[in-house]
Each structure stands twice: as structure tokens, then as C-alpha cells.
């Protein structure tokens, strides 16, 4: 450094040197003007003070050098300093942010990009800083609390916007499962007064439906109650609109005979539209039917005309029945031509016998004993003889004799005109059935076998009908007591 400085100030003296010497020789005066007077030659004190003042201005001119010098260096080397404490410092920067704007805070890759923005700018003004004192100004802190809240307003967005959809979508379904539930009500032939309340219903559950702010609110929406409502008007409408007193509700196959009342009052306790839904009203139409049953299979065969009854089928199992129909009146009741066969026997017999007998007993015993030596002996003999003689006779004489009625074949002959005082046989045989029955009754014996067929005549709704007819070898008749 010394050498440098030395070399310095030789060259700046020798500069000197250089600079008191003209460099080019004076310019010659114009010709017109007129010559100046010769120059004094310089006295020894002025040429001293010159180069006095010459060495004045080198020294002034190498102190100015190097103060210059060291002042390039002071400022060179506070410069680097303050360009490593701003370097450090927007490193420190750079790695607040990192810590601030890490992967961690942001996971929605939708809104991450509003979260960029204010980590972009923050960076930016960061790198653009000239001093320590902007970037100390620059609060990273700020930034990140700006882009956490554009986040946090984007996914608030985000959740607003997939709230809605899921609410719109919702309330589509809600939409489409009210009209599928209204449509089998519109479907049936409804009076207008019902129609008419049946639509207006529908249109206030869709309103209420649209106008609903959530999905708690669309789903609380039922639109049960009304429907059972509904359909409960509709069902006393049909069970109004039958001409008849009774009508038949069928529910799972099971029929029933009930009065309009009873209808009402069985479909007014249900709590249920699907469960309504499966009961069905129909009306009441009468028709008569012939049964050939045994008697076992009809309530004994204690039927009369006018009786109230049931009818029960075997399911196949034994002791499993089902009921076919609730009610039912009997018409006739007819015993079939093997029951009208009437077979009397009589026999008439007489026994007589007579015995004699007599008997004669004879009976000889000998015995005789001594004691030779004193040891006792016995002997003895017996003779029995019996003589008896015994007579018998007997004698028995019989006489019997039987004869058939057949009735059918009587009836018959009725009918032709063949038989004489046919007026007085037809009302002997008059109800000849029924006293056979009644006789049975009021003795407590059974006269005709419980295999006995009857052919009977009964009264039924025409909805029993096919069940009856289906059921027939299985079918049993119960009577209604009242």
C-alpha cells in the first residue's frame, strides 16, 4: 500500500514537472500589432517562490489523492457492509415468508392461488428493497394475515357454492319424490273437489320445497301426513259412492264383509298412507252358489235357511286355516238321494228249555293202628262210589222281515202322477230332512253319518266367490252366533 502511494506521488511530481512547461509554443502576435517590450529576465527569489509553491500544490494534490483514496476505501467497504446486512436481512425476509406461506396453510387447491398473490407481492417488494429500513418496513406478517383471509373467503366461497349445489340437488330429489308420491293419488278418478285439493297441497309442498334456505329444512318436509290425509278422504269418498250398506275391504288377499261404519273406522285408525294403500274397497253384489259338503264340514249340518255364516280353508298343514269369506246367508239345504234311502227290519223269535238232574254218594273207609315196640303204625282204607244222571231239553222258534223306502225314487213317482193320494204323501214327506236333523238334535244321538253329503244353496258377496269355488275340497262352513 506505502509502495503504491510513493509511486503515486513520483508520477504526480513528474506530472508537475510536466505542467509549469508550455506544451506548445506561444502563438506569434498578428503582424499588425504592435510589438510588446522584451521580458525582464527573473530574478533568483521569484523562481524559488515558484517552485515552492509548485511543491505546495503536489503535496496539497497527493494528501487530496489520498484521502480520496482512503475515502473510497471507507466507502467501499461500508458499502459491502451494507450490502451483506441487506443481503442477510432479505434472506431472514424470505425465510418468514416461507415459514408463514408453507404448504401447510393452504391444502384447497382452488383458492391456494388467492394465497399466491399476497406470497408474490410480499416476495417482490421483499427483492425491489434498497435498504435495511424498507425492508424492515415490509411486515410479512400482514401479508400472510391478507392472504389467509382471501383463502379462507375462497373456501368459504367454495363451500357456499358446493353448500348450494348439494341444496339444489336436494331439493330436485325432494321435488321428484313429492310428485312420484302424488302421482298414484292423481292418477285415481277423484271427485273435483278433491282434485283440487290434492293439487293444491302438491303446489305448496314444492313451494315450500324452493323457498327453503337448507338441506335440514327441504329433508324436515314430509309429505306423509298429507298424503294420508288424502287418501283417507279419497277412500270415505269411494266407501260413500257404494249403493250398498256393506262393502268388502281386502287387504294382502284377505277379504272382508263390513258396514260402511265399520269401513270408515278400520281405515280412519291408520296412522299410515303406504299402510292404507294396501286395503281395497269394493261393493257389495250378492250371488248364490251350490256346495256339496259333508255334514262334518258344515257346521254339523245344523243349517237352516236365513243363517249367518263364514267360510275357512285348510292351508294343507294340519290344524292351519285361513279365513275366505267373513259372511254369507243360507238359502236351502238339500239331503242328496243316498240320505233318503230308508231301510226297516223287524224279527220276532221264541226259546223254551227244560233240565233234570239226580246224583247218589257212596262212601266205606276201614283203618286200624298198633304200637309194637313203641313205634306207631297206621293203615287205613277209603271206598268212595258216586252215581249222578242229568236230562236236558230245549226248543226256540224265530220270524223276522225287513223292507226299503227309497224316497228320491217316491219323489219321483210323485212328480209322474203315479202314486195315489200323492197330496197326503208329499206332506208326509215334507221336511223330512230337517226332522231327521231335529230329531237328532233333541235325542243327542247321531242318525245320519258325519260323511253324509248336503247340498247347500248359499248366499255370498260375488268377490268370495273364486276363493270358494278354489277352496271347495278343503272348504268348511261356520255358523255366525248371534
Not at 394465497?115 to 429500513?133: G, R
Not at 283440487?196 to 309442498?205: E, G, H, M, N, P
Not at 275357512?312 to 275366505?324: L, V
Not at 223276522?400 to 208326509?428: D, F, M
Amino acid at each position: 500500500m506505502a509502495e503504491d502511494i510513493e509511486a503515486k506521488i513520483r508520477r504526480l511530481r513528474e506530472l508537475g514537472k510536466v505542467s509549469a512547461e508550455p506544451s506548445t509554443p506561444p502563438a506569434k502576435p498578428p503582424a499588425a500589432a504592435p510589438k510588446k517590450p522584451p521580458r525582464r529576465p527573473r530574478s533568483i527569489s521569484s523562481i524559488r517562490e515558484k517552485e515552492r509553491r509548485k511543491r505546495i500544490l503536489i503535496g496539497a494534490s497527493i494528501l487530496i489523492i489520498i484521502i480520496l483514496i482512503i475515502s473510497v476505501g471507507a466507502y467501499a467497504y461500508l458499502q459491502n457492509r451494507a450490502a451483506n446486512e441487506l443481503k442477510n436481512a432479505r434472506e431472514q425476509k424470505l425465510r418468514e415468508v416461507a415459514y408463514y406461506f408453507k404448504a401447510g396453510n393452504f391444502t384447497n387447491p382452488n383458492c391456494t392461488k388467492y394465497a399466491n398473490q399476497y406470497k408474490t407481492e410480499v416476495v417482490n417488494k421483499i427483492l425491489q428493497a434498497k435498504t435495511l429500513q424498507e425492508l424492515n418496513a415490509i411486515n410479512v406478517k400482514t401479508y400472510f394475515d391478507k392472504a389467509v383471509q382471501a383463502y379462507d373467503s375462497c373456501v368459504a366461497k367454495q363451500r357456499q357454492l358446493e353448500y348450494e349445489r348439494i341444496l339444489n340437488q336436494t331439493k330436485q330429489e325432494k321435488l321428484k319424490s313429492i310428485e312420484l308420491a302424488f302421482q298414484p293419488l292423481l292418477s285415481m278418478p277423484l271427485p273435483d273437489s278433491l282434485k283440487a285439493k290434492v293439487v293444491s297441497t302438491l303446489q305448496s309442498l314444492e313451494q315450500q320445497v324452493k323457498e327453503a334456505k337448507t338441506v335440514e329444512q327441504v329433508e324436515a318436509i314430509n309429505p306423509d301426513p298429507y298424503l294420508l290425509s288424502l287418501w283417507r278422504d279419497y277412500y270415505f269418498y269411494r266407501i260413500d259412492s257404494i249403493t250398498t250398506p256393506d262393502v268388502i275391504l281386502e287387504k294382502n288377499g284377505v277379504k272382508t264383509l263390513v258396514s260402511k261404519s265399520e269401513a270408515k273406522a278400520i281405515l280412519g285408525s291408520i296412522m299410515s298412507y303406504q299402510e292404507l294403500l294396501q286395503y281395497q274397497v269394493y261393493p257389495v253384489q250378492y250371488v248364490e252358489i251350490a256346495l256339496l259338503l259333508p255334514r262334518d264340514r258344515i257346521a254339523g249340518g245344523f243349517l237352516k235357511p236365513g243363517d249367518k255364516i263364514m267360510f275357512f280353508a285348510s292351508n294343507g298343514t294340519k290344524g292351519s286355516y285361513h279365513e275366505i269369506a267373513n259372511q254369507g246367508y243360507v238359502e236351502m239345504v238339500l239331503l242328496p238321494s243316498t240320505a233318503g234311502q230308508i231301510a226297516v227290519s223287524e224279527s220276532q223269535s221264541q226259546t223254551s228249555s227244560s233240565t233234570s238232574s239226580s246224583s247218589t254218594n257212596y262212601n266205606e273207609q276201614h283203618s286200624s293202628a298198633y304200637n309194637p315196640g313203641g313205634i306207631s303204625y297206621t293203615n287205613g282204607t277209603t271206598y268212595t262210589d258216586t252215581y249222578s244222571n242229568s236230562q236236558t231239553s230245549s226248543q226256540s222258534s224265530s220270524a223276522s222281515y225287513t223292507y226299503n223306502v227309497n224316497l228320491a225314487e217316491i219323489l219321483k213317482a210323485i212328480a209322474a202322477g203315479k202314486i195315489q193320494a200323492s197330496e197326503e204323501v208329499k206332506q208326509q214327506l215334507e221336511n223330512y230332512g230337517w226332522k231327521v236333523i231335529n230329531l237328532e238334535e233333541s235325542s243327542d244321538m247321531l242318525v245320519l253319518p258325519p260323511d253324509t253329503e248336503f247340498l247347500i244353496i248359499v248366499k255370498v258377496p260375488s268377490i268370495f266367490v273364486p276363493d270358494i269355488l278354489q277352496n271347495q275340497q278343503d272348504l268348511y262352513i261356520a255358523k255366525i252366533s248371534t
